[in-house]
């Protein structure tokens, strides 16, 4: 469901990129190159995420990378390097995210257990990733982040 109003200007490009049924656990491309191109609406945060779920890692990560400070950007920044396969970095902004507030909607998983489960490949591991960065734009959404 996407969670930006229709009147929002990012709300069709967010609907195509939650109609997706195919993400990658690590994507090698952006999945529609360009799909973003030029966007400077929204925060810093929503924008690295929706590039992050249109698989656009540089993107994202060019968003992140400067915003240390904020726990929303780093823990985009921990999916971006978990999405790479690149997992020291990963832990590293596990570490640096610290015990961010989405963490509860979560479930029982915790953050170093679901980069276990990527790194190891486990079957469903790319579907339960997914539903994370979702839910996580959800939460950007509702909370202003």
Known sequence: MNPLSPTHPLFACTATLLARTDAPLRPKAPWQPGLLLGVTEGSYNLRALLHLLNDDLDAAHKLVQVHEDDSTANYIHQLVHRREGDWGNTRYWVGMTGAHPFYAEL???????????????????????????????GWIVREGG
């Open 107 to 137: 479930g029982r998983t915790t953050a170093r257990e679901r980069v276990d489960s990527c790194q190891r490949g486990e079957p469903g591991a790319a579907a339960l990733a997914w539903e994370e960065m979702t839910q996580l734009l």
